[in-house]
């Protein structure tokens, strides 16, 4: 599947507890409804905290059970800080600004 494939879905700028329920439901609707890989835009996301990382496990979990990916696309620097704080960067992918601006 290339990139182009994918819906793209926007989230922050916080991504944190406060939020979790909203976009955990924003989350199950759009995996729900995709044909596609989901491609999570989190430039600008500014606040970010274990919860976000479980939601994003669990999006990459229901999408790997329908044959999708999920591509996190430029993801902030708070954002790849807490992957690599929880080892889950090599898990959890994400496609670097300079590859991102090569699409």
Same mark, same amino acid.
């Not at 929880?86 to 898990?91: M, R």
């Given at each position: 599947?290339?990139?182009?494939?994918?819906?793209?879905?926007?989230?922050?700028?916080?991504?944190?507890? %406060?939020?979790?329920?909203?976009?955990?439901?924003?989350?199950?609707?759009?995996?729900?409804?995709?044909?596609?890989?989901?491609?999570?835009?989190?430039?600008?996301?500014?606040?970010?905290?274990?919860?976000?990382?479980?939601?994003?496990?669990?999006?990459?979990?229901?999408?790997?059970?329908?044959? %999708?990916?999920?591509?996190?696309?430029?993801?902030?620097?708070?954002?790849? %800080?807490?992957?690599?704080?929880?080892?889950?960067?090599?898990?959890?992918?994400?496609?670097?600004?300079?590859?991102?601006?090569?699409?």
């Amino acid at each position: 599947m290339s990139e182009s494939d994918l819906f793209t879905l926007s989230l922050g700028p916080e991504l944190t507890i %406060a939020q979790a329920a909203d976009v955990h439901g924003l989350l199950l609707e759009t995996v729900a409804r995709l044909n596609s890989g989901l491609r999570l835009e989190l430039s600008g996301v500014s606040d970010f905290d274990s919860s976000a990382i479980q939601l994003l496990l669990a999006t990459q979990r229901s999408l790997q059970e329908r044959a %999708a990916e999920l591509v996190l696309h430029e993801p902030s620097v708070v954002v790849v %800080a807490a992957l690599q704080c929880f080892g889950l960067d090599t898990q959890l992918q994400p496609l670097p600004h300079s590859l991102a601006g090569a699409e």
